[in-house]
């Protein structure tokens, strides 16, 4: 066992950096960054908020998958209604404003959504 204090000094340098960041926020006494504050649309949405915001990305993905291997946009809300499975008709129809309501949380999050990929942005409104 000669080699255990190298491996401890080995595990206390990976610990100390692995956990830095938080050590860095903690120190700096910031917050954690607030949730943005997003536009809401005038009707009823899909599903609840908590419920788009916490899997809107699975439910866009799903209706892809559907849309797309079956052909099938036949698709209903939380509460039943028929609806179109569809991010430009459906989503995009409320949600007009990509930048005040799509990039303003992805921006954030540092997440790229690849629906743009395929769907064409619309012009920006003037």
């Not at 491996?7 to 006494?29: C, D, E, K, N, T």
């Not at 459906?90 to 629906?115: A, I, M, S, W, Y």
């Amino acid at each position: 066992m000669r080699d255990g204090p190298r491996i401890a000094a080995g595990l206390a340098l990976f610990l100390g950096l692995a956990l830095a960041p938080v050590w860095q926020r903690a120190a700096s006494g910031r917050a954690a960054p607030a949730e943005p504050v997003v536009a809401r649309p005038a009707t009823r949405c899909v599903a609840s908020r908590d419920v788009m915001r916490a899997s809107h990305m699975r439910l866009l993905d799903a209706w892809r998958d559907k849309v797309v291997r079956t052909g099938r946009r036949a698709a209903e809300d939380a509460d039943g209604r028929p609806l179109a499975a569809s991010l430009t008709g459906t989503c995009l129809g409320c949600h007009d404003n990509k930048k005040e309501f799509c990039d303003r949380c992805h921006e954030q999050l540092v997440v790229k959504p690849v629906c743009w990929s395929c769907h064409p942005e619309k012009a920006e409104k003037s």
